[in-house]
């Protein structure tokens, strides 16, 4: 004979598939939610390491490169140059923003990178039959007669609002002024798909600061013998300015831009853990009540509270099972699906999965402890 | 003596609203007899089957049942019916979503037989009850009758000592309430197992070998 509690899921088949398609989705929103803070992650510290520099600097009070409003004077262009251990002509000024391209009358999102060209903070070179990069500027120290042609290099993942690629040719508009895509990098994205447009720095100073000749941080290496950890010290003792190192940036930037925004997505997924819970509880314990007369024969043929408790257990722990794992096959094939980077991690995805399966067999043993109300007596008669 | 009953007593309620439904009743059952319990309805013969069958514990008195004096505070009660207790009850109480044979075996499982002899046992219950061609089918494919055939089939599957049966043929007509009592004076006599039945069944006194009378939870005459 096969499983009674089989039999009876097979009876109850519509209860049981709107239970598991109830865990499936709250499995998958988890791991989803969890997959998006991941990518987020990995995302916002791509563009950082991609540098390779380990010295970034930014105004004195703003919290770090990327984390409070920060404008530098180019003084400090010099200054850092001259420290002791900082590697000798790899400081790089560079801006670094949000902003609202207009494309085809639609604005989109995407991060502005301006730099000097050759330095750190930018591609080298486009794809290859993709265009060319900026025309530079001409002096390595900024100057404000010192203009270079509006021209941008976007990343390859850029679309028009309709969705098409932007050709080589094509025109962007940024604060008002017009720039003239000349090609595209297979670049890095940061939080959220967020495309990098590349350009001169002076050009970012014209568009975004009104020409003016600040910049937002400056990036730097080391010499190999010197720590990075001591130069920052030094460094922040000027006063005006300050230094973090790659790691300290990276910890700032994950607490600013995931980690801080992301406290509500994490009591969410808290959240759905309950509602799991709850679903099968409710399910569960209803269930049990509308098998009373049932309970109760079997009670009364002489089936013990553990041998019910167990028959309702077997269904809670299989009903758990096929939604975990359907749950987590289709986190991940939504993860392929998604509009944005979703990055669903194999560890964490087995701490849900056993964290989930506990909270729904936990709720389904909860309820079907109401077991031990039922009085065999019911079947005598058949009322509740 | 299978059955041996001193100063049975169940009240329900509290207060002002409290029932006496079984009111120092004592008695006794001998092996093999058929016992027809009738009386009015709410007399108190479920609440004394019940607690003659171990499903209720009784507030006064003392049950020993096949010789064993019954420790409601310190034994498993699931254990004495399993073992020694056959019901059979009015509306049937047929798993629905089980054939007639799984109906029986799952009584045997619970019982502690095998899978192998359990199906093979409740084979056999079932072709002596008359349903050799409905093994398979569920109790929404049964008649009333056949519904009680099977439910007398599950209360003989773990060779009880003893059978109650509240009501048997309350939900049956006439010609199926006779064919049912030809089955219990069958299982009688093939099966020597002691029943006891509750019942507004008149006909059924002629082949009983005792019939007790309750009223308002006493053994008015026996």
Known sequence: MTHIFLKDMVYRRTRVVMTTIGIVVLITLILLLGGIMNGMRIQVQQYIRSTEANLWISAEGSGGAFTGFSLLVPEYLVFINHTKGVKRNSVSPLIFAHARPVINGKATKSIIVGYKQGKLGGPTQTIPNQGRMFTPSQYDDYRPEDQPPAEVVIDEKMRTPSGRKIPIGGKIYIGGKELNVVGRTKSLMFVLDTPLLFMDLRTAQEVLLKNSLHVNMMIAKTEPDYSAEALVEELDRNGMIEAKTLDQTLTSIIENYVDEPMKAVQFLRVMLWLAAGIIVTMITYVTTLEKTREIGTLKAIGASDYYIVMLILKQVILMSSAGVTLGVFLAFLAANLAPIFVKIDLLETSVVAIISFVVCCSGGYLASRKVLDVDPMIAFRGEL | ?222
């Open chain 2, 1 to 222: 003596m299978i059955v041996q009953a001193k100063g049975l007593t169940k009240r329900f309620g509290e207060g002002l609203a409290q029932i006496v439904a079984v009111d120092d009743v004592s008695l006794t059952i001998e092996t093999g007899e058929l016992v027809i319990v009738m009386g009015d309805s709410g007399c108190g013969k479920t609440t004394l089957v019940s607690l003659l069958g171990c499903i209720l514990t009784p507030d006064n008195g003392q049950l020993t049942l096949d010789g064993q004096v019954i420790d409601y505070a310190g034994q498993d009660l699931s254990q004495v019916r399993r073992q020694k207790i056959g019901f059979v009850f009015q509306l049937f109480n047929l798993i629905p979503y089980l054939s007639a044979l799984e109906n029986v075996i799952i009584a045997m499982q619970i019982g502690g037989f095998s899978r192998f002899e359990a199906e093979k046992r409740a084979k056999d219950l079932l072709t002596q009850v008359g349903l050799a061609r409905r093994l398979d089918h569920r109790p929404a494919q049964l008649s009333g009758g056949e519904k009680q055939r099977v439910s007398f089939a599950r209360a003989l599957s773990n060779n009880p000592k003893i059978i109650f049966a509240d009501e048997p043929t309350a939900n049956l007509d006439s010609r199926q309430s006779d064919n049912l009592m030809n089955l219990v004076r069958q299982l009688r006599q093939e099966q020597q197992t002691t029943i006891v039945i509750v019942t507004h069944y008149q006909a059924l006194q002629k082949d009983a070998d005792r019939v007790i009378y309750m009223q308002d939870g006493k053994i008015l005459t026996d």
